[in-house]
């Protein structure tokens, strides 16, 4: 183990410490604004449940994550090291689409009895924006690799249209774990994964910054699931959720091994998946499903899981998967 991987594991288990102390006073602050969650008419009715459970918990992980990288790379960010400063584009993607979030989880609260938040057509406008903006950043700022293939050892140039791809896997990427995050745990678990696989292969790359920042996220992540474990204490929202999506793509897009997140995100692409194909297959044929219920653990909910089933069998999955993307990317 090198150096720099060993302080890549390091702050991880420093942030994981910082979020588990300051886990209960924001819950207390959380519940005295009043700020619960809402839920969707048409969920089962053992959701209701968790009717009024604090939302907006994305910010307990993202605080820590985002505080932490800063200050250790405080010296590189000032010194205006080109590798040190580049770790401020996941960061700031996290931040925007953290805030993006809040707009929707506020509204959502201003909507208790809809429980809904931002038009998605207004969300998506939005998401499209930002999502430009990062886009151009990676391809002309960062210059970052355009795509690697397992078993081909050679980086693969797309020219500008590295830029539209970019686009797109940030806003799959971001609604992908928006529909993961439906169960207390899930979508904690599933991006802890991922980006401790995606951590892997910035250390096997020599991305000394982007491991460090995987890492450092991943043990916030643990500190959230601390709180996030059945039954959950709080929710991550939209919040959480956006910003982790977004982060995960443009790591991902960072290493050029943006393939693999087919791989390393099976669990995202398999929810969001069961969306498509259910509106699709509902349009098409006049009213009939393929499945009970999407995302899709609403359909194994409604099977006679138990939600502790899923998010285990889940994970399983999203484990094995990672490992497997963490040996493709060095194929």
């Known amino acids: 183990m090198t150096d720099r991987t060993a302080v890549a ?50 910010v307990m992980f993202i605080i820590p994550t985002i505080l932490v990288t800063l200050v250790y790379n405080a010296v590189a960010l000032l010194g205006g090291q080109s590798a040190g400063r580049s770790i401020l584009l996941p960061i700031g993607t996290m931040l925007i689409f953290a805030m993006l979030g809040v707009v929707d989880d506020w509204t959502k609260l201003r909507r ?142 960072m290493t050029g091994q943006w393939p693999l997140l087919l791989v390393i995100g099976i669990i995202p692409l398999m929810e969001a998946m069961s969306v498509v194909l259910q509106i699709a297959y509902f349009k098409r044929t006049g009213g009939k499903r393929i499945f009970k219920m999407t995302p899709i653990h609403h359909h194994f909910q409604l099977s006679g899981w138990s939600d502790t089933q899923i998010v285990q069998r889940f994970w399983l999955i999203s484990l094995l998967a990672g490992l497997m993307g963490v040996a493709l990317a060095v194929i």
């Open 9 to 58: 594991l390091l702050l991880s288990a420093i942030t994981f410490v910082l979020t588990v102390i300051w886990g209960p006073p924001l819950i207390r602050t959380l519940r005295a604004l009043k700020v619960g969650d809402s839920i969707r008419l048409e969920l089962p009715d053992s959701y209701l449940a968790k009717m009024g459970t604090p939302t907006m918990g994305g």
């Open 112 to 253: 208790k009895d809809a429980g809904e938040g931002l038009s998605a057509r207004n969300k998506f406008l939005l998401q499209l924006v930002v999502s430009a903006v990062i886009g151009f950043g990676l391809y002309e700022v960062l210059d970052v690799p355009r795509m690697y293939i397992p078993s081909i050892n050679f980086e693969i140039d797309l020219g500008w249209w590295h830029i539209p791809i970019a686009i797109f896997i940030i806003l799959s990427e971001v609604n992908a774990v928006n529909f993961t995050d439906g169960l207390d745990g899930l979508s904690g678990l599933i991006a802890a994964t991922a980006f401790a696989s995606y951590g892997a292969i910035a250390v096997l790359q020599g991305q000394t910054y982007v491991a460090q920042f995987c890492f450092t996220l991943v043990g916030a992540l643990f500190g959230f699931l601390w709180f996030n474990a059945q039954p959950a204490q709080l929710i991550m929202g939209d919040t959480g959720s956006s910003a982790l999506g977004a982060a995960l793509a443009v790591v991902a897009l």
